[in-house]
Structures are given as structure tokens and as C-alpha cells.
């Protein structure tokens, strides 16, 4: 019993069951800290939380049509063999079947959006980015009142 005692009563021993407790209180608020900055940072609606690539780094490549919708509806069958191919020097190019163009890309607004311009001559587009992944890309842009939403898989 005197052992107990004589613990309690060392100086050394003092605060230590103290200091045992806040640890883990201090990790738990550590960490919650950590993922609410995180979640935080997320740009993209469906996109990642955290990546090693650029955004460039992950836009620049080849996309085919996984999934396209008007409004909604799926109009994925209409746009078999459609690719997108954006370059990291900011060129952009297109083809389906025997329609083809090229044209300029680069981010805007804080980089959550693409402007495509001069694509065959026409008129600029903006496109909405949904999520921007290493082999995903989704987007949408508004043709009038129509909504286009593509979701694009690394070709």
C-alpha cells in the first residue's frame, strides 16, 4: 500500500494520468481539423477530394462518351465514337465519324470551368465542371434552356 502512496505522492508522477487523457482528445481534434480542411478544398462537385495531378495534368488527354444527358434523359447511343482531346499547351480537338474541329481551351473562374473557343469557327463554349479525375472528366455546358451533361472515360 505504501507503493500507491508513495506514487501518488511523486512529483514526477504528477499530471502524467492528466496528460494521458488529453492525448487522445488532442488526436480526435487533430484529425477532425484535418478532414474539415479537406473536405473543404474539394473544387468539383463530384470530384476528388485530393490529388497528386495538376488540374492541366488531368484534363490533358483523350475522352470518349461513357454517358451523355440532355435534361437528364440518357442520349448516350447518339454520341458512340464521339472523342474529346485537350492538350496541356491548351489545344483542344474533337471528332465523330466524319465531324471534326479544333480550338483552344483554359480554366476559368477559380478553375471551375473550361472555356473552349474557336473550335471550326464557331462560337465559344463553357463547360461546368462536374468531376476531374485522373481517367474521369464530367462536365455539362447549357445549350439555351438544355442542359448537356457528359460524363468522359479515358479513351
Given at each position: 500500500?505504501?507503493?500507491?502512496?508513495?506514487?501518488?505522492?511523486?512529483?514526477?508522477?504528477?499530471?502524467?494520468?492528466?496528460?494521458?487523457?488529453?492525448?487522445?482528445?488532442?488526436?480526435?481534434?487533430?484529425?477532425g481539423?484535418?478532414?474539415?480542411?479537406?473536405?473543404?478544398?474539394?473544387?468539383?462537385?463530384?470530384?476528388?477530394?485530393?490529388?497528386?495531378h495538376?488540374?492541366?495534368?488531368?484534363?490533358?488527354?483523350?475522352?470518349?462518351?461513357?454517358?451523355?444527358?440532355?435534361?437528364?434523359?440518357?442520349?448516350?447511343?447518339?454520341?458512340?465514337?464521339?472523342?474529346?482531346?485537350?492538350?496541356?499547351?491548351?489545344?483542344?480537338?474533337?471528332?465523330?465519324?466524319?465531324?471534326?474541329?479544333?480550338?483552344?481551351?483554359?480554366?476559368?473562374?477559380?478553375?471551375?470551368?473550361?472555356?473552349?473557343?474557336?473550335?471550326?469557327?464557331?462560337?465559344?463554349?463553357?463547360?461546368?465542371?462536374?468531376?476531374?479525375?485522373?481517367?474521369?472528366?464530367?462536365?455539362?455546358?447549357?445549350?439555351g434552356?438544355?442542359?448537356?451533361?457528359?460524363?468522359?472515360?479515358?479513351?
Amino acid at each position: 500500500m505504501k507503493s500507491k502512496i508513495h506514487e501518488l505522492n511523486n512529483p514526477f508522477n504528477k499530471g502524467v494520468s492528466k496528460t494521458k487523457n488529453k492525448i487522445p482528445v488532442l488526436i480526435l481534434l487533430f484529425t477532425g481539423l484535418i478532414l474539415t480542411t479537406i473536405s473543404g478544398c474539394k473544387k468539383y462537385q463530384d470530384g476528388p477530394i485530393f490529388s497528386i495531378h495538376t488540374k492541366t495534368e488531368r484534363v490533358a488527354n483523350t475522352w470518349k462518351v461513357d454517358n451523355y444527358k440532355v435534361n437528364g434523359s440518357d442520349y448516350t447511343s447518339l454520341l458512340a465514337g464521339y472523342v474529346e482531346t485537350y492538350s496541356k499547351d491548351g489545344n483542344f480537338s474533337f471528332s465523330w465519324g466524319s465531324v471534326a474541329g479544333t480550338g483552344k481551351w483554359a480554366f476559368q473562374n477559380n478553375d471551375a470551368e473550361i472555356r473552349i473557343t474557336g473550335t471550326s469557327n464557331q462560337s465559344s463554349e463553357t463547360l461546368y465542371i462536374l468531376k476531374l479525375e485522373e481517367k474521369q472528366f464530367w462536365y455539362y455546358y447549357m445549350d439555351g434552356n438544355d442542359k448537356k451533361e457528359f460524363h468522359m472515360i479515358e479513351n
